[in-house]
C-alpha cells in the first residue's frame, strides 16, 4: 500500500502486508540526479517493527531487488516489462444539482369547523369570512371567534407556529 507520493522530490513510501513468509516490510523510494542527464533510483527497504514472525525468506529483500531492477531498466529506457495502456475512461455525466427547496414557511394554518356552516369568522376582531374556514395566520397567539345570531359566541386563543397547522371545531350553544 502506497502512502505516501511527493512528485516534486520523486519520492513514495509503501508497506506490504504481513504474511506466512514476512512480517511485512516499509520501503521507500525516491529518484535522485547523479549527473544533470543520469537519474539513480534509491530504495530503502526494512522490516515492520514488532513481532518478525513467519518463516525467514527475504522476501522483502527479493521484492526491492526485483523492483530497483524495473524502475533502473525504465529510467534507462530498456524495459523489458510488458506495459498495458489503459483506455480512456467514458466522460461522466454530472446531474445537475436538485431544485432549491422551497423556504420554510413563516406562516401556520388553522381549519376552523363547526356544524352550523353560515356562522362567521373573526381572528383577533377582524371578520374573515364564514365557515368552514382555512386561515393563514402569522406565528404567534391569535384569538378565533366563531358567531351566529341567537347563538352564544365561541372563541379561542390559539398559538400558531410556522409550518404548524391547527383543527378546530367550534360548537355554538342556544342563546
Known amino acids: 500500500m502506497v502512502t505516501l507520493v511527493d512528485d516534486k522530490q520523486l519520492m ?5 502486508g504481513k504474511s506466512l513468509f514476512a512480517s511485512g516490510f516499509l ?26 514472525g513467519g518463516l525467514p525468506f527475504d522476501a522483502g ?58 356562522a362567521e369568522v373573526t381572528v383577533d376582531g377582524a371578520l374573515v369570512g364564514n365557515l368552514p374556514a382555512a386561515l393563514r395566520l402569522a406565528p ?12 352564544k359566541a365561541w372563541s379561542r386563543e390559539i398559538t400558531v407556529m410556522a409550518g404548524a397547522e391547527l383543527r378546530l371545531i367550534a360548537t355554538l350553544g342556544k342563546e
Open 27 to 52: 520501503a521507500n523510494a525516491s529518484v535522485e540526479a547523479e549527473s544533470e542527464t543520469k537519474p539513480v533510483l534509491m530504495i530503502n527497504v526494512q522490516h515492520k517493527p514488532g513481532n518478525q
Open 12 to 16: 513514495f513510501k509503501f508497506e506490504t
Open 61 to 118: 529483500e527479493r521484492m526491492a531487488d526485483k523492483f530497483y531492477d524495473q524502475v533502473s531498466e525504465e529510467l534507462a529506457k530498456n524495459s523489458t516489462q510488458e506495459a498495458a495502456v489503459k483506455p480512456e475512461a467514458p466522460p461522466v455525466t454530472v446531474p445537475s444539482p436538485p431544485a432549491a427547496s422551497a423556504p420554510a414557511p413563516d406562516y401556520g394554518t388553522a381549519a376552523v369547523t363547526c356544524s352550523i356552516e353560515s
Open 140 to 151: 404567534g397567539k391569535h384569538t378565533v371567534q366563531v358567531r351566529l345570531a341567537g347563538y
